[in-house]
């Protein structure tokens, strides 16, 4: 089974207009090699992603939401939806970021909703998990990941409209990663509950994994099996970093 590979940034609460000359950077990167192998996918904050559709158009680097509502429009002062996303240019929408988990109390219902708000607009979801330190050093990594797996992720899955990813609470921004061997033994636990749960459609679908991914440990973590790209955070502000981590596929 090859899955092609998605190497992916979410520009978090970061990016004026100004910053989108990155994205023009990282489109002039993506040629070659690069496009041959592996998808390219930035999630800036929703207020530019229009003109980053606009400016990412006809280059094959695509664009995405970082959250969206569960419901297609009404009275959410604030909030915005999957139509909306869609309709500005994105073809993907980040739900269940572990800062939204906290930031928001977003539980794995909200999420598992946002979800098939993505899907009714025609998005595919990145659905992210991942285990907070705590989980980690008493054992129950596996555990926790694979609860809320089950309870994020929608009926009617399909590798076109879900991106699994694994993302370590503990590793985000810090600097710190889990082992290969740590990221290859959760990444193959998922697998097996896409493939319980969705059967042969779950060897299909992608399993990223983010958490302070860097030019300098890409290949390590992203070689492993069933690590069929990556979501990252801070690297992804800069065309040079967010290359240098793709460059692991060439
Ligand atoms: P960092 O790459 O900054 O650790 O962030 C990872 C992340 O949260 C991506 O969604």
Redesign the pocket.
Known sequence: MTRRPLV???W?MNGLRAGLAELEAICAGYSGALKAKADFLI?PPSTLVAEAAAKTAGKGVMIGGQDCHAKASGAHTGDVSAEMLKDAGARFV?VG???RRADHAETDAIVRAKADAAWRAGLTAIV?VGERKEQREGGKALAAVREQLAGSIPEGASPDRLVV?Y?PVW?????LTPTPGDVAEMHASIRAGLGKRFGAKGEEMRILY?????PQNARDLIIQPDVDGA??????LKAKDFLGIAAAYT
Request: proline share 0%; glycine share 24%.
């Open positions: 992916a940034g979410n978090k999630c980040i970021h572990s800062e992210c990813a993302e590793a985000i921004g810090t600097g983010g958490g302070s991914v860097k979501l990252i955070g801070g690297a992804s």
